[in-house]
């Protein structure tokens, strides 16, 4: 402003009635507005401009656009969930850890069962009081926990730690209880985020499927398990046998077969047993895949073998784990090394007292069998169910596997304590393929004995140890 402008300024102001207030107060408002205008223009500018050079330079190959930000959907603004990894091959699942509250079951350190200490400790007390105080919020009901039955926790390094917790609570006032399952999401950040929570159902009906081709002790050991678990207690489950003749001209195994599974009917008038028969030569796939043609596409399948032991606890997880339409289950199951090795024992280590417990002196993981499976025959039926051109041991259970890591389906793999292969010796027929060879060579010899007990027996037999007292 020049001299001449300030003066003939101030004469205006010392001029009588001129509106002083009016004209300060303007001044002071418009000031005020134009920072305001500057500040949302520049800060939309400076938007805009973040906007493309995160879209170009920061926003991972992995992630989908927010749609608030059209940058990675979990963009720290809005605390987004990446969605769960999908994976291209069998190679790429990553599994789920099963734990309670005193243990891990993984096979970690060729250990299949660690003590809860430490982080993992902490980690799972504290989820589980996050999971508490998430539901009774959402809920709007006072919950307090009674009990932990089990959990599952998946790391992925985009989306975070899932966990799903089967849990029994109680409301504060002790008036009624009810057990939940919740899944929770720890993501990258310090949150924890409801993904679902639902009452567990326990009256779906998991219906067995078992190929059979004679009455052997394994059979018999399976029917006494199945009697015990399901038939005393009148659970939910049904029990469908495929029997196979044990050769063309053999009637004597059908009908032997025929009368074990009549013999149980009898005794049990309310349970839900029933059998059908196979023509041709005996296929696992064959019968696996005639049985759930049985069933209706809601129907809760269980695909087992007659040398798994179960319990009551696995046929909860079935339906727990099982979603129609969304998700498919296949435990990894825990197998018995040969009880005789076993009990010779390892010097210096006292021989075992429980040949069922689960350690890595009586047994390992199969993590790379998938025989036993639980899903809805529409999600069985979705990906073309079994390849029935499959003859002989194995291999059907890898690629109905494979299908279902590559369709729309999530996969839920996880180590189970409850379903136990019990041991048996078998022989390799040289007449299978050369991958069904490699396959049967390969599980016969990882279920003979631990890496430590074959290593004794082997320094025995040269002479370089002294036989076992």
């Known amino acids: 402003m020049s001299d001449k402008t300030a003066d003939m300024f101030g004469r205006s102001l010392r001029r009588p009635g001129f509106p002083l207030i009016p004209v300060c107060a303007g001044i002071v408002v418009g000031y005020i507005l134009r920072g305001l205008f500057d500040s949302t223009f520049f800060s939309i500018i400076d938007e805009k401009r973040y906007k493309k050079i995160s879209e170009k330079e920061t926003t991972p190959a992995h992630c989908k656009p927010c749609p608030l930000c059209a940058l990675c959907a979990d963009c720290w603004r809005h605390d987004a969930i990446a969605e769960p990894y999908h994976p291209k091959s069998m190679y790429e699942v990553i599994r789920w850890y099963y734990f309670t509250d005193k243990h891990l079951y993984e096979n970690l350190d060729d250990d299949p069962r660690i003590g809860l200490i430490g982080r993992w400790k902490e980690d799972v007390q504290d989820i589980q009081e996050q999971a508490v105080r998430i539901v009774s919020k959402e809920e709007n009901t006072p919950w307090k926990l009674v009990r932990l039955h089990y959990g599952y926790k998946r790391i992925d390094a985009f989306r975070g730690t899932d966990y799903v917790l089967d849990m029994e609570m109680a409301e504060s006032d002790g008036t009624e209880k009810?057990?939940?399952?919740?899944h929770l999401v720890r993501s990258i950040r310090p949150h924890v985020r409801l993904i679902n929570v639902q009452n567990v159902a326990q009256e779906t009906v998991v219906h067995f499927i078992v190929p059979l081709s004679r009455v052997t002790d394994r059979l018999r050991d399976f029917m006494q398990v199945y009697e015990k678990v399901v038939m005393e207690t009148g659970v939910a489950a049904s029990l469908l046998g495929v029997l196979f003749r044990d050769s063309p001209e053999d009637q004597t195994s059908l009908e032997q077969c025929k009368q074990l599974f009549?013999?149980?009917?009898?005794?049990?008038?309310?349970?839900a047993i029933r059998y059908v028969e196979a023509e041709g030569e005996f296929s696992r796939a064959v019968g696996l895949d005639m049985g759930a043609r049985q069933l209706p596409p809601d129907a809760l399948l269980f695909f087992c073998d007659i040398d798994v032991d179960f319990d009551q606890g696995f046929l909860q997880r079935c339906r727990n784990n099982a979603e129609i339409g969304r998700q498919v289950f296949y435990p990894a199951v825990f197998s018995q090394y040969d009880p005789e090795l076993v009990m010779e024992g390892i010097p210096g280590k006292p021989k075992p007292t429980n040949l069922r417990d689960i350690n890595k002196y009586n047994g390992f993981w199969m993590y790379y069998g998938y025989g036993m499976a639980c899903m809805y025959n529409q999600d069985y039926r979705s990906v073309g169910g079994f390849n029935l051109d499959i003859r002989g041991w194995g291999g059907e259970d890898v690629e109905l596997y494979e299908r279902h890591v590559k369709s729309d389906l999530q996969v839920f793999r996880a180590?189970?304590?409850?379903?136990?292969h019990r041991y048996h010796g078998k022989t390799c027929d040289p007449t299978l393929t050369r991958d069904q060879y490699r396959m049967c060579v390969g599980?016969?010899?990882?279920?003979?004995?631990s890496k430590a007990q074959l290593g004794v027996k082997l320094l025995t037999l040269q002479g370089k140890l002294p036989p076992a007292a």
Not at 262 to 269: I, V
Not at 443 to 449: G, H, I, K, N, R
């Open 415 to 420: 180590m189970d304590p409850a379903l136990v």
């Open 178 to 182: 009810r057990r939940k399952l919740v």
């Open 443 to 449: 599980s016969l010899s990882e279920t003979m004995a």
């Open 262 to 271: 009549d013999q149980y009917a009898a005794k049990y008038p309310a349970a």
